[in-house]
């Protein structure tokens, strides 16, 4: 017998464990400020799998991936979809969970040769309490706007292929939408609501993250009981990457 549950989530754009400008290493202040949130499901952002040179400059490199070392002890689960890949790493989307992830599909939807590689981590998860499956899917589109309208399209076709109408769906990350336009495209191909902007009336300012300005981080549900904005302080945030990151609470 199914029970009401509430989810808490976070994403952040991690900028590969370093500050604004790669000042200084932080992958561990990002992790306690990631354990405080508490979050039940976690969405990440250009989060490194590897990168050589990087392990020998810095003495307090992990010894593990950098989403597998965020997920420590307190999320068992977790799924990583290289993205981009270059001659000392490589680094992509990655999505922690509390709950069981049934399987995952990362989504190549790059744009053109000489562009940044962008991907869309799926991931389907399965709630025992409840005994619901839940589709987190992980994002992160590029930065000029007519791929970002070819990546909107390809994120849709894939929920109308894999995400059944009638199970929970969360779509979190990085849109780089600064001209704000997949709030209409995303509603009316996949019926997805952003929650800052149920909430609010406009998406949060998250870029950069020292003085916000841009609407460029998002957490879009459908599917959900209830959905609210979860506040997070400034600090330390403004100080662990670009962007501010993004907590949300949903009902299933």
């Known amino acids: 017998m199914s029970t009401a549950l509430t989810l808490r989530l976070l994403t952040v ?36 799998g590897a990168h050589a040179r990087h392990a020998l400059r810095h003495p307090n490199w992990p010894t593990v991936p950098h989403y597998e070392f965020l997920a420590d002890t307190i999320w068992s689960e977790f799924a990583y979809g290289r993205n981009a890949v270059y001659p000392h790493g490589e680094h992509g989307n990655a999505v922690l969970s509390k709950f069981p992830i049934l399987r995952y ?46 990546q909107l399209a390809r994120l849709c076709e894939l929920i109308e292929a894999e995400v059944p109408a009638d199970e929970a769906l969360m779509v979190a990350g990085d849109f780089n939408d600064w001209r704000v336009r997949a709030h209409s495209t995303l509603l ?19 870029f950069p993250a020292r003085w ?18 979860l ?5 330390p945030w403004s100080r662990l990457s670009d962007h501010s990151p993004l907590a949300a609470e949903v009902g299933l």
């Open 188 to 206: 009316r191909c996949a019926g997805l609501r952003e929650v800052y902007v149920e909430a609010y009336g406009a998406a949060a300012r998250t």
């Open 105 to 150: 599909t990362n989504v190549d939807v790059s744009t053109g040769r000489n562009h940044e590689r962008r991907g869309l981590l799926h991931c389907v998860l399965t709630v025992p309490t409840i005994g619901q499956k839940v589709h987190a899917i992980c994002v992160h589109l590029g930065l000029r706007e007519h791929h970002r309208r070819r």
């Open 231 to 235: 506040p997070l302080r400034r600090r």
């Open 13 to 48: 754009n991690t900028h590969k464990g370093f500050t604004a400008l790669n000042r200084r290493f932080v992958l561990h202040e990002l992790r306690e400020a990631v354990r405080a949130v508490s979050a039940d499901v976690v969405f990440l952002q250009e989060v490194l």
């Open 212 to 229: 916000p300005l841009l609407r460029l981080d998002r957490i879009y549900v459908r599917g959900v009981r209830v959905h609210r904005p």
